[in-house]
């Protein structure tokens, strides 16, 4: 029998990791449960399979006493009688040498899972705060000196104070010079991140899920990466009043070169400096979700930019289709998704949008759009024309449309790649029309449907509907389908 080389085995247990946001909320379990027997069938897997299991060992925490009783097989002497110092008894008498090396293959640091997972110092024998700090303050050493590189780093829910400042621990340089991701929040310390920006200069991507404050030492930490490609950063449920982000635009503005994409949740008004927009020509991913209302000094930016790498383009409220329109053509014919959120689409421009789009956008795979009475011949060509089109959102929300054209346009001309379609608002839906559209639908790649509608409260949809739906996912017809009006879920969990 062959057997199949690391590097391949490798590639499939990676497989089995996945981003369990994206999938049922179990999927973790089901992680645990495949990689782990993966641990049983023999030494060569084993071998495979261990590196992946704790190159993130917090994420697939069973049992913690067992975890932290591993932990500290790879303590110091030194570490260890401090420890007994403060009263902490939990060292095995029966020294056993682990088989492998496991802190070496740790790649990620997640200050609030450590901390949490300490914290439950009830159960191993220990809670007084001095202990807790203590062991925590050993754990971190061990990693900071014994891991060979960090990858990622997430400190979020940390609170304001980090306890204990992994820069200045022994190995620090070698083990964090090699950061590729940040996690954090801008209320953390400035003199953290000042302590960061002396050892992680190669960054590659920075999500600030609360950003409540124009945080300077953030701002250093940015400013000294050498090839930032992604920010992420939300303000919309921190900030108590309007700031402007000098601090932190200033040192994006300094990384406009190698920043390649760009996501900014916020509420009003654009919060970093508007004059980036135009420097940013090298973006691959745009995405401005703005939740509250249009942002027209922001827009008079974005006719100005211009984008001609652009993959990506997500806009949640805009006040003309024409600014989208604008953007699109100063392409160069890489777009392949394009969201518009609450963007109203107005019959003015509703028939140009799909024209542009069929005409600047020959790679399109994700697009949002809206068809009012005269634009049916764009959508045709459109669905002619976007031969890679794999999911579309449909807008119906200047008046409620009836369905049944719509559906006869989507099964005659939809491309073969088309595997989801999600309908926006009210459209005037009949058991006709839909039992019609999945009969002739029948024989093709099955469907995913997503209606945007409070089954309980729409005029056009009912429970009969659903009953056609269930009929027709228990035929094959439609992978599955889902009805409600979670407005984030519906337009921006692709």
């Known amino acids: 029998m062959s057997i199949l080389n690391k590097d391949v085995l490798s590639l499939i247990f990676e497989e089995l990791v996945f981003d369990k946001n994206r999938f049922i909320s179990n999927l973790i379990t089901i992680e645990k449960k495949s990689l782990y027997s993966c641990l049983l069938v023999n030494r060569h897997w084993c071998e495979v399979a261990v590196p992946i299991l704790w190159k993130n060992p917090w994420k697939f925490i069973v049992n913690s006493r067992l975890l932290l009783n591993v932990i500290i097989l790879f ?17 095995s008498t029966k020294y056993k040498k682990p088989l492998f090396d496991y802190i070496n293959y740790c790649k990620y640091i997640n200050f609030h899972k450590i901390e949490n997972f300490i914290n439950n110092g009830l159960s191993f024998g220990f809670n007084e705060e001095y202990q807790i700090h203590a062991m925590e303050q050993e754990i971190y050493k061990l990693l900071i000196n014994k891991c060979s590189k960090i990858k990622i780093l997430d400190m979020m829910n940390t609170g304001s104070i980090l306890k204990h400042q992994i820069y200045h621990f022994n190995g620090a340089k070698n083990s964090l010079g090699d950061l590729t ?31 409540p404050d124009d945080n300077s030492g953030l701002a250093r930490l940015i400013e000294v990466q050498k090839n930032l490609k992604c920010f992420v950063c939300s303000v919309y449920d921190d900030a108590e009043y309007f700031i402007k982000y000098e601090k932190i635009g200033n040192a994006l503005i300094k990384q406009a070169n190698s920043l390649i994409h760009l996501k900014l949740i916020y509420e009003d008004n654009f919060f970093l400096l508007l004059e980036i927009l ?57 777009l392949s998704e394009i969201l518009l959120g609450s963007t ?35 959508f045709e060509i459109l669905l002619e024309k976007s031969l890679q089109l794999q999911k579309i959102v449909i807008d119906g ?95 921006f969990s692709w």
């Open 75 to 91: 303590l110091s002497k030194e570490s260890q009688e401090f420890l007994k110092s403060q009263g902490i008894y939990i060292f």
């Open 181 to 211: 991701y940040l996690c954090c929040d801008s209320i953390i310390d400035s003199a953290f991140f000042y302590g960061l920006s002396h050892v992680c200069k190669l960054i590659q991507k920075i999500i600030i899920k609360r950003c």
């Open 278 to 334: 135009p420097k940013l020509i090298n973006l691959k991913k745009l995405k401005l979700i703005n939740i509250a209302n249009y942002d027209y000094q922001l827009e008079k930016y974005l006719e100005i930019s211009t984008f001609s790498y652009l993959q990506v383009l997500h806009l949640e409220i805009i006040s003309s289709l024409n600014i989208a329109i604008d953007i699109i053509k100063k392409t160069e014919g890489n």
């Open 344 to 378: 109203i689409y107005n019959e003015l421009y509703s028939g140009k949008y799909i024209h542009t789009i069929y005409e600047y956008c020959p790679n399109i795979k994700l697009l949002s759009l809206g068809i009012n009475d005269n634009d049916y011949n764009e």
């Open 397 to 491: 929300s200047i008046n409620q449309y009836s369905s049944s054209l719509l559906l006869e346009k989507l099964v005659n001309f939809a491309p073969k790649s088309l595997r989801e379609i999600r309908i926006f608002n009210d459209w005037k839906i009949s058991a006709y029309d839909l039992e019609l559209f999945l009969e002739n639908w029948r024989g093709r790649e099955s469907i995913i449907l997503y209606f945007f509608t409070d089954v309980n409260d729409s005029i056009h949809f009912n429970h009969h509907l659903l009953n056609i739906l269930q009929k027709y996912r228990e035929e094959g017809v439609i992978k599955n389908y889902r009805c409600d009006d979670e407005y984030q879920d519906f337009y």
